[in-house]
């Protein structure tokens, strides 16, 4: 093992840094906060020459206690007295000590660092004192942060006076606030709003940044649906010739329109070419994402077909589609479809592996064959633009006429 040297000390504190340790110990004694103080003095690990290494390498032992004992200012060396008989009595160091939290910094050269994110931690406690928590939890994100913080700081006492606002971000006129900033900073102002705001100015069940508006009462930009009339084009009820159209979730929840059936695929092209069906639509899917058709009522009333890969994530997809839409049913995502189509098969590149409870008994089987690799060792994919198209018009030929799921 290498003997200790002045660098092996400065990297024992600086992983404390790179925990948040050293900046966190700023925090301690501010109120709400538990944050486990640093005791000091604080011993640093040596590994020192042994008593065969120092007759062996005498000339090598000494000057590396020259460079530990050089070293030292911001740490202490504590020595130990050796009697050996063949080099005689010499002073070894055998541990190092950092006296203070001063002295950590300094030693790995954070004081200014440490200076600045004092003054950060001054300025939000005198602002905004619940945020204090976040401080110790978070410190070097804070740290990296430091220039932003001031305008961070303002967009929560704004919200703080004016919750769920029911404006766009783009209208909150704030010194240095405009809607990049505060669309680059959704993660880290979710976690500050949700401890600056009363829970009743906070929609819960909204999640992830691409729902920081609707979590904080903001107006967002309306959801769009992109459809597709599949039947008589002038029974259409947007207008005859007007069978590709997008059209925001409140329409489409008010649309209503007289169809039986309705058609869910995740590929355009596919959208594009599925061939007429009688009172039928089909929506351009959204991957996993579904709220945007879980309040249209009339479509609980018609019979739903989900045409998606054939792979893990395909049938994933099917699984969460069905919380809203209990009755879809899987369309060209079956086994003879798949073995039909071998020459066109593709590598899935990260397979799923979790259990999807909303898979109906043969469509769980088929999934088990795919992650378990039943079919072929390596993950595969059928990627649904890669069916023959008459093998597609063979499928809706043989769904039911009068719009049954079948």
Not at 235 to 260: C, H, K, M, Y
């Amino acid at each position: 093992m290498a003997w200790t040297s002045p660098d092996d000390l400065r990297a024992q504190v600086q992983k404390r840094w790179d925990r948040g340790e050293l900046l966190a110990a700023l925090v301690v004694g501010h109120a709400a906060v538990d944050v486990p103080p640093l005791v000091f003095p604080w011993r640093l690990r040596v590994v020192a020459p042994s008593s065969s290494e120092l007759a062996q390498r005498f000339v090598e032992a000494r000057a590396w206690a020259s460079a530990l004992r050089a070293g030292a200012g911001h740490y202490r060396v504590e020595e130990r007295e050796l009697r050996h008989r063949e080099v005689g009595q010499h002073s070894l160091p055998e541990a190092a000590w950092v006296d203070s939290l001063d002295a950590a910094l300094a030693l790995i050269g954070k004081t200014a660092d440490a200076r600045r994110f004092a003054t950060l931690l001054a300025t939000t406690a005198g602002q905004q004192p619940l945020l204090v928590p976040w401080l110790a939890r978070r410190p070097l994100q804070a740290l990296a942060l430091a220039a932003a913080w001031p305008r961070l700081l303002t967009v929560v006492a704004w919200l703080q006076a004016h919750p769920r606002p029911g404006i766009y971000l783009r209208q909150m006129d704030l010194p240095g606030v405009d809607t990049k900033f505060t669309e680059a900073h959704r993660g880290v102002l979710t976690e500050l709003l949700d401890l600056a705001l009363p829970p009743q100015a906070v929609d819960a069940a909204a999640t992830g940044v691409g729902q920081f508006a609707r979590r904080y009462g903001f107006a967002d930009k309306p959801l769009r649906i992109r459809l597709r009339w599949l039947g008589a084009a002038a029974r259409a009820p947007w207008g005859a010739g007007s069978t590709d159209i997008a059209i925001t979730q409140a329409a489409f929840e008010a649309l209503n329109p007289p169809v039986r059936r309705v058609f869910i695929t995740e590929n355009e092209v596919n959208f594009l070419a599925l061939p007429p069906v009688p009172d039928s639509l089909v929506v351009f899917g959204a991957g996993y994402g579904f709220d945007v058709l879980a309040r249209a009522a009339w479509l609980q009333q018609c019979a739903v077909h989900y045409w998606g890969d054939i792979d893990t994530h395909g049938f994933a997809i099917l699984d969460q589609l069905r919380a809203t839409l209990p009755q879809a049913q899987s369309l060209l995502m079956d086994r003879a479809t798949l073995l039909a189509h071998a020459d066109h098969w593709g590598h899935e590149p990260q397979p799923l592996s979790r259990e999807l409870p909303r898979l109906h008994p043969h469509e769980a089987a088929f999934y088990d064959d795919l992650r378990y690799g039943r079919v072929q060792a390596e993950p595969l994919r059928l990627e649904q633009e890669r069916i023959g198209f008459g093998w597609v018009q063979q499928a809706l030929a043989a769904l039911p006429p009068d719009g049954d799921a079948g």
